[in-house]
């Protein structure tokens, strides 16, 4: 199966470059794995709800252009549906299942996803009613990825 994850903006921080270069590295002897990334907006501290908006748009445009109309949509959104690691594990298998292209996990920017993206995804997923930071959540995406193919073959992983 090939699961893509799109993200707006580039991992400055070398320590979760090394983080994404390592569960990338186990997730290969599962899946195909791709990594896209879509150039981010600068947001004014002082930004109003209209540029937010402005901005949020913007970078759903460039996020768009990456999805193919077969890809099977899935954006990472506060409000999405919450699954457990076990759940979650039986989602990612379920996946292979549907005959699209490919799963494409969507991670917008510090202001989140455009109304557009949202509209375009097939679901939405949450991992926690907490904030994270964009770059932080590619490495717990990857993370839960790993951790759901490790459920799916019965193999041991910390708890």
Not at 51 to 61: A, F, K, L, T, Y
Not at 83 to 105: E, P
Request: charged fraction near 35%; proline fraction near 3%; charge should be positive.
């Amino acid at each position: 199966m090939k699961i893509r994850i799109l993200c707006v903006g580039k991992i400055k921080e070398k320590f979760m470059r090394e983080a994404i270069a390592e569960y990338s590295k186990r997730l290969s002897r599962y899946i195909k794995l791709e990594i896209d990334e879509a150039a981010d907006e600068k947001t004014p501290d002082s930004a109003s709800e209209k540029e937010e908006i402005q901005i949020r748009n913007r970078e759903g445009e460039r996020l768009l252009k990456q999805i193919r109309p077969e890809d099977y949509v899935v954006a990472l959104a506060i409000d999405g549906k919450m699954y457990d690691s076990v759940a979650f594990s039986r989602k990612l298998d379920g996946f292979g299942m549907l005959g699209r292209g490919s799963v494409v996990f969507v991670i917008g920017g510090s202001l989140g996803l455009g109304e557009q993206v949202l509209q375009r995804a097939d679901e939405t997923i949450s991992f926690s009613k907490m904030t994270f930071p964009h770059q932080l959540m590619r490495v717990i995406l990857l993370e839960q990825i790993y951790r759901g193919y490790r459920i799916l073959r019965n193999e041991p992983y910390h708890k």
